[in-house]
């Protein structure tokens, strides 16, 4: 087991949670697309509040992203279509690496590709790098190789990509992040648990879109996006107590939550950790909120420890809580 990152918030609860070999200091994470390292938002509070941040996705190649308009907020959440954009794992390398140690916690990676060897390389290429604990690999990008269907809508191109990304990196734990977009997420969980994958992240957004009557045209230039935001919350809660009733292997809940209540619907669903995404828009603060709401709702059952709340609502529940 690997040393504890940082101390836990609350001294007299211990809010740590496991995720694999990774141990983090409480159960709240950045989602990846909303927070890259966090220095933004370093401005308004402590990033350290979190128990992890996850970067936003890195390809092999620099990508320009969507044109705009590629963003609009619905009654429900944020409708988005960014194509992800960024700089590529080279940039990645030579100037974002060098600084995430400096983090006031653990830094997650993200991984999208397009390809199975897309993903292998570039997880591969992170492996390593000082201030990485884990690496979560977007399994919702367009796959080239199968006429660009999505891997995680597919078992065995789940599979595939974990399999070829665990053969090739060996010293953080891998997690992989799956698509709400399936009539059944149990089979997709167990393939990425049998390949390897040592988390899995539920959910990613949702297919959608908008239409501008007025100029008869979809709003996003993109015409569809992926939707976030407490629109789906209900959503990725129902993924999440299916999965863990499947896999054995963690899971890290998401999915529209704003406020601790949100997040314990999650954790006692079935996920050991949850992540805040879209809510850091509206309220940097949500973090403190979350932390503050399940420190309270563990003395109020008398339970020491977070992970007692993992599971506790589904009765097949398939995970380890201690």
């Given at each position: 087991?690997e040393p504890?990152?940082?101390?836990a918030?609350e001294?007299d609860?211990d809010l740590?949670v496991e995720?694999?070999?990774?141990?983090?200091?409480?159960p709240i994470?950045?989602a990846?697309?909303?927070y890259?390292r966090?220095?933004e938002?370093g401005?308004i509070?402590?990033v350290?509040a979190?128990?992890?941040v996850?970067?936003?996705?890195?390809?092999?190649e620099p990508?320009?992203?969507?044109?705009?308009?590629r963003?609009?907020?619905?009654?429900g959440?944020?409708l988005?279509a960014?194509?992800?954009?960024?700089p590529?794992?080279?940039?990645f390398?030579?100037h974002?690496?060098?600084?995430?140690?400096?983090v006031?916690t653990?830094v997650?990676?993200?991984?999208a590709?397009?390809s199975?060897g897309?993903?292998?390389?570039?997880?591969?290429?992170?492996?390593?790098i000082p201030g990485?604990?884990?690496?979560e690999?977007?399994?919702s990008c367009?796959?080239?190789?199968a006429e660009g269907?999505?891997?995680?809508?597919?078992?065995?191109s789940?599979a595939?990509?974990?399999?070829?990304?665990?053969?090739?990196?060996?010293?953080v734990?891998?997690?992989?992040?799956?698509?709400?977009?399936?009539s059944?997420?149990?089979?997709v969980?167990?393939?990425?648990e049998?390949?390897g994958?040592?988390?899995?992240?539920l959910?990613?957004s949702?297919?959608?879109m908008?239409v501008d009557?007025?100029?008869?045209?979809p709003?996003?230039?993109?015409?569809s996006?992926?939707?976030t935001?407490?629109?789906i919350?209900?959503i990725?809660v129902?993924?999440?107590w299916q999965?863990?009733t499947?896999?054995?292997?963690?899971?890290i809940?998401m999915?529209?939550i704003e406020?601790g209540?949100?997040?314990?619907?999650y954790?006692?669903?079935?996920a050991?950790?949850?992540?805040?995404g879209?809510?850091?828009f509206?309220?940097?603060?949500?973090?403190?909120?979350?932390?503050?709401?399940?420190a309270?709702?563990?003395?109020?059952?008398s339970f020491?420890r977070v992970r007692?709340l993992?599971?506790?609502?589904n009765p097949?529940?398939?995970g380890?809580?201690?």
């Amino acid at each position: 087991m690997e040393p504890m990152i940082g101390a836990a918030l609350e001294s007299d609860l211990d809010l740590s949670v496991e995720l694999g070999a990774l141990r983090l200091r409480n159960p709240i994470i950045a989602a990846s697309g909303c927070y890259n390292r966090g220095a933004e938002f370093g401005r308004i509070m402590d990033v350290g509040a979190y128990g992890a941040v996850t970067l936003k996705s890195v390809t092999r190649e620099p990508r320009l992203g969507n044109e705009m308009p590629r963003l609009l907020s619905t009654p429900g959440g944020l409708l988005n279509a960014i194509g992800l954009q960024g700089p590529g794992i080279a940039y990645f390398l030579e100037h974002e690496a060098p600084k995430l140690q400096s983090v006031p916690t653990a830094v997650i990676a993200s991984v999208a590709g397009f390809s199975v060897g897309e993903f292998a390389e570039v997880a591969s290429r992170m492996d390593g790098i000082p201030g990485i604990v884990a690496i979560e690999l977007d399994v919702s990008c367009p796959n080239v190789d199968a006429e660009g269907a999505c891997f995680a809508e597919d078992p065995s191109s789940t599979a595939a990509v974990v399999e070829a990304v665990k053969a090739r990196v060996t010293k953080v734990p891998i997690i992989a992040k799956l698509t709400p977009n399936v009539s059944d997420i149990k089979p997709v969980a167990r393939a990425a648990e049998a390949a390897g994958a040592d988390a899995l992240s539920l959910i990613n957004s949702l297919r959608g879109m908008s239409v501008d009557v007025d100029r008869a045209r979809p709003w996003l230039a993109n015409s569809s996006g992926g939707l976030t935001g407490p629109a789906i919350r209900p959503i990725g809660v129902y993924h999440v107590w299916q999965a863990a009733t499947a896999v054995k292997i963690p899971i890290i809940g998401m999915g529209g939550i704003e406020n601790g209540r949100d997040a314990l619907e999650y954790l006692m669903a079935g996920a050991t950790a949850i992540s805040i995404g879209t809510a850091n828009f509206r309220d940097p603060l949500a973090p403190l909120h979350v932390g503050e709401s399940i420190a309270a709702e563990l003395r109020k059952r008398s339970f020491t420890r977070v992970r007692s709340l993992t599971g506790m609502a589904n009765p097949d529940f398939a995970g380890v809580r201690a």
